[in-house]
């Protein structure tokens, strides 16, 4: 497999500017921490987008390839480098993250400055996660994410179980990264006695373990728990009530699960995979549906949003599960869409959180008379998660579905009474909460959204369009991965 | 030199209206135009657009009229990957010309009757926003030279009309039905997707103009023809609230009168005559197809034309009237006569639009009070009931897809909470003496911590509680009467909950359930 470096070690260099950005905004006088936050994230996003335009999708293999030996004895080395599945999550994030600390601007009373570090040093993690080359690498940066993680929901969390909430998630996330480290160790050890924790270097000996079914049911179950497939979901709902909405747009908007089936699950066990092919689009589909369903009877947005995106990622989980090229650049750009769409959301239901104190809809109804920006942007949004055409849900749902019906048909008439159930479940608990008259003084004494809100939905609807009605640019980038896709998994066409 | 402009008068004739309603929100994020004062600008916006998108139109009629019908028009690539591709295009021919300046010179009607109908209403701007977006879409339908643009406009069209609907979105009512409206829609979209992707995976195309030849060249079997004819026919039937779909056609009707009206009178009900005049070449290999179409127009006719008989309101018995004519569209594309069809339908606009248009004013222009069911309906009591009851379609559809679905999601929602979460869950907080009352409390003996070896909550907390109790018990060496208590409580919880669930399992929706679960499996 082709590595190629770079003149700088820019992978490394963005993780090191949030590191020190969270250790200044730590440092630094309690009312300047989130302009220094704030600073740290634009930085970063343009450092990711310089990262972008240095890529070339003509070049196959890994780009931006740093590698220092680091434990030189089990052969385990520093290996960063990102490829045409990962490329795009980069800025993806960096934008994510910014919004995060836009919408967490005024909504912070306490430790702001241990929010906003904890904060960038999440970005700094998740960066790691999506840029990492080597298994104990990556399983370093994807249990460190929990500490910051942890702290978020724990400490600034909005429900009064959000200590319970932060235990059950970070517990979650212990038992899925043991039989994930444990797939890893045996990963590793090749017949011959030698290590190999390096990416490249797995995928040039594929095949060639003996425990790969043991293996693949391991990492299924690691990332799983993160994703999160049916039945390993129940920490979602709870989080989601508990959490503050600006951390939980990050945990539902990077869908780090997902990712994780898709960089190792596939590559490394694709006869494995195949052969339970069956399993993934079943789990997929199942939580297409149970999602979709349990979100129908729900009674706050929050968990409706929760419910709605294990739905959503039940279908990037259908999309892999095709192995076919429709379905996996569906998948990627499926997963890319909710880091704005969901997160956008999440965001806007923290908006209404703090104006009105509640996300329930017993306590809502008729917000589009006082708030009819945040009503229009809730449902511009909404439409969107439905893929409605013309936001960036759509190319991304059609590739989805089409990969879906080649694989089984019964999957693919599965989605199709997802999408009916989808418009179902979000227009009926969004006309009860935004619609309908306003009796509540909270709701009708609330304002509208401020500038700096309303540029951030802005901004995600913008985006949200323009790739609706240009998916290309997504997909070429997201192809240029296909070379790479089409030795390791057996593809259909 | 006119042939090079031809993209650029195709991409515009729909963008228009779609960048004036575009202007429209720009205008109303930043406050420029809101309130009364900015009704000027906006209406002209709004007018503007749709008249340039008519004047494009007539050049291009002309244009055909001399025998230079600009035919199908390639404006760029939307989405390449693997063998598909789908092209950004627009078609010319003599059905889109003809269905175009209609739709174009109707929503010009409409738009300039509402400047007038809705001054100093509060909604003004949001209103000639979701007007221009839905003239945009109606026109995007019948441009777009592929299925999936017809289908951009065919979703942004239900966007817009549930926006219209829920145009007073105080009343409950009004978002009630837009809601219904929406979702009733969708199933007919999911129709339209399924014949989007089984044209893609059979045909490799879903451009209109290559569809038929495709079909010839391939040799596509009838079976494969009529499943993709199937979805649009679903996607069709849906739209033109023809049956089994008909009731939330009278549930549009809560939009302001009567500029809503007209786009369930005039235009976007006629969107799935539309589309299946469009599907003349392919519907003609499939003979089957077309009976069902005939019997459904019919029964439509049927239905509309008896329910119309007894409504006592104007706008609700123009809209049965217009079901009944559609039903017949239907009908006569059922029978062949696709010509027919289309003067029917551009007939029927015509007049339908001048009819709702003049609805509000009806009132004062006529003094006698409504006519009364004909005397031989009222000699059935049975029917006469049943079509003031517009013949239970939305009890039916409530208690056949609604409520099972609603009870549904309540049980999963149980489900999740009783059974997931306690077999997933975690074992519970080992927080016995978390606070220093409790220290105190445990110290004067007030509270003992149970002489369990602990607590484990889901299934494998319950396991290994069990274990370690067993192995207590063994230490023991059976001193104490063995009550196997954990088994017996384990073995009553279950036979209850099984019983619970036999219950459930006999419900019509949990067999439903199975067999669509076990459908899927097959397939």
Request: avoid cysteine; charge should be neutral; aromatic fraction near 12%.
């Amino acid at each position: 497999m082709d590595m190629h470096t770079s003149n700088l070690p820019w992978l490394s260099l963005l993780m090191l500017l949030l590191l020190t950005g969270a250790g200044l905004t730590a440092l630094a006088p309690a009312r300047k921490a989130r302009w220094v936050a704030l600073l740290t994230a634009l930085t970063a996003l343009a450092v990711t987008l310089l990262i972008v335009i240095g890529f070339d999708s003509e070049l196959s293999g890994f780009q931006f390839v740093e590698s220092k030996p680091w434990i030189p004895t089990l052969n385990i080395h520093y290996l960063l480098g990102v490829d045409g599945i990962s490329l795009l999550f980069l800025p993806a994030t960096s934008l994510l993250f910014l919004l995060v600390i836009l919408a967490s601007w005024n909504a912070i009373h306490s430790l702001s400055k241990l929010y906003f570090a904890l904060l960038l040093l999440f970005q700094a993690v998740v960066i790691g996660i999506f840029t990492s080359l080597d298994t104990v690498l990556f399983f370093l940066f994807w249990e460190l994410s929990l500490v910051p993680l942890y702290f978020l929901i724990t400490l600034w969390g909005q429900g009064p179980n959000r200590r319970y909430a932060g235990t059950k998630y970070v517990l979650f996330m212990m038992t899925g990264g043991l039989p994930l480290l444990l797939a890893f160790v045996i990963l590793a050890i090749q017949p011959d006695g030698s290590y190999i924790f390096n990416y490249p270097g797995l995928i040039s000996v594929i095949g060639e373990n003996r425990y790969q079914t043991a293996v693949f049911f391991m990492l299924l179950i690691g990332f799983g728990v993160k994703t999160p497939l049916v039945p390993m979901h129940t920490w979602l709902p709870v989080l989601a009530l508990e959490g503050h909405p600006a951390t939980l747009a990050t945990i539902v908007g990077l869908k780090l699960g997902a990712y994780g089936i898709l960089r190792f699950v596939l590559p490394l066990l694709p006869e494995t995979a195949l052969s339970y092919q069956w399993l993934l689009a079943g789990l997929g589909i199942a939580g297409v549906i149970y999602g979709a369903v349990a979100a129908l009877s729900q009674t706050n947005l929050r968990r409706l949003l929760a419910y709605a995106s294990l739905s959503h990622v039940g279908l990037v989980v259908v999309g892999l599960a095709t192995f076919t090229s429709q379905g996996l650049q569906g998948a990627v750009f499926q997963l890319l869409n909710f880091t704005l769409i969901a997160s956008g959301l999440f965001l806007l239901t923290g908006f209404l959180q703090q104006r009105v104190g509640s996300t329930d809809i017993v306590s809502l109804g008729g917000v589009a008379k006082s708030m009819p920006l945040l009503t229009s942007f809730f449902l511009f949004l909404g439409l969107a998660s439905m893929g409605i055409p013309g936001t960036s849900g759509f190319p991304a749902e059609l590739l989805i579905i089409l990969s879906a019906f080649k694989a089984y048909i019964g999957v693919g008439l599965a989605t199709l009474v997802a999408m009916v159930l989808g418009a179902a479940y979000f227009l009926n608990t969004y006309r009860r909460a935004f619609l309908g008259p306003a009796d509540r003084e909270a709701v009708i004494d609330a304002v509208d959204l401020k500038n700096r809100e309303l540029l951030m939905m802005v901004l995600i609807s913008l985006l949200v369009l323009v790739f609706g009605f240009y998916p290309q640019a997504i997909l070429d980038i997201i192809a240029s991965a296909e070379s790479n896709w089409r030795i390791i998994v057996p593809t259909g066409m | 030199m006119v042939e090079s402009l031809h993209p650029w008068i195709a991409l515009l004739i729909p963008t228009l209206p779609l960048l004036a309603a575009a202007w429209i929100a720009v205008g109303y994020l930043f406050g420029w135009n809101r309130g009364e004062t900015g009704e000027r600008e906006t209406a002209w916006v709004a007018l503007g657009a749709i008249s340039l998108s008519l004047l494009l139109l007539l050049v291009l009629d002309g244009l055909a009229l001399s025998g230079n019908a600009p035919g199908q028009i390639i404006v760029g690539d939307w989405l390449t990957i693997g063998s598909i591709q789908i092209h950004l295009s627009f078609l010319f021919d003599r059905l889109v010309l003809v269905m175009a300046t209609l739709v174009a010179f109707i929503s010009l009607l409409v738009t300039r009757f509402s400047v007038n109908y809705l001054h100093r209403e509060a909604g003004f701007q949001r209103f000639f926003l979701v007007l221009s977006l839905f003239n945009a879409a109606m026109l995007l339908i019948v441009t777009a030279g592929s299925a999936v643009f017809t289908f951009f406009g065919w979703e942004l069209a239900g966007v817009s009309s549930y926006l219209l609907i829920g145009y007073a979105w105080h009343r409950n009512t009004a978002t009630a039905n837009a809601t219904r409206a929406f979702v009733t829609n969708r199933i007919g979209d999911a129709g339209f997707v399924l014949a989007l992707v089984f044209s893609l995976i059979w045909l490799g195309s879903v451009e209109w103009s290559e569809i038929p030849t495709v079909v010839n060249d391939k040799a596509i079997p009838t079976l494969e023809i009529g499943l993709i004819i199937g979805g649009f026919l679903l996607a069709a039937l849906a739209k033109s609230a023809q049956l089994p779909f008909s009731s939330w056609v009278t549930r549009a009707l809560e939009g302001p009168t009567p500029s809503s009206t007209i786009f369930y009178g005039a235009l976007m009900i006629h969107a799935g005559v539309y589309l299946m005049l469009r599907m003349e070449p392919l519907l003609t290999m499939v003979p089957a197809l077309m009976i069902m179409l005939l019997m459904i127009g019919l029964l439509t006719s049927l239905y509309a034309w008896l329910a119309g008989l007894v409504q006592s309101d104007i706008k609700t018995s123009l809209m049965f009237a217009t079901l009944t004519q559609v039903g017949l569209m239907l009908v006569w594309i059922g029978l062949g006569w696709f010509d027919l069809a289309l003067l029917h339908l551009v007939v029927h606009a015509i007049w339908r639009s001048w009819q709702f248009l003049s609805s509000p004013s009806y009132m004062q222009q006529v003094q006698q009070p409504a006519k009364p069911a004909p005397a031989w309906l009222r000699k059935h009591p049975r029917l006469y009931t049943a079509a003031m009851q517009r013949f239970w379609l939305d009890d039916l559809s409530d208690w056949l897809l609604v409520k099972p679905t609603r009870a549904l999601a309540h049980e999963a929602q149980l489900f999740d909470e009783q059974v997931v979460d306690r077999l997933i869950g975690i074992p519970s907080h080992a927080n016995m003496l978390s606070t220093l009352s409790r220290l105190e409390a445990s110290k004067q003996g007030l509270f003992t911590v149970a002489n369990e070896v602990g607590k484990g909550r889901g299934l494998f907390g319950f396991i290994f509680e069990w274990l370690a109790e067993a192995m207590q018990w063994l230490e023991d060496r059976l001193v104490l009467p063995s009550d196997g208590g954990a088994l017996m409580k384990l073995v009553n919880y279950l036979g209850r909950h099984l019983e619970k669930i036999d219950h459930l399992l006999a419900q019509p929706r949990y067999l439903l359930l199975i067999i669509m679960a076990t459908i899927m499996v097959v397939l």
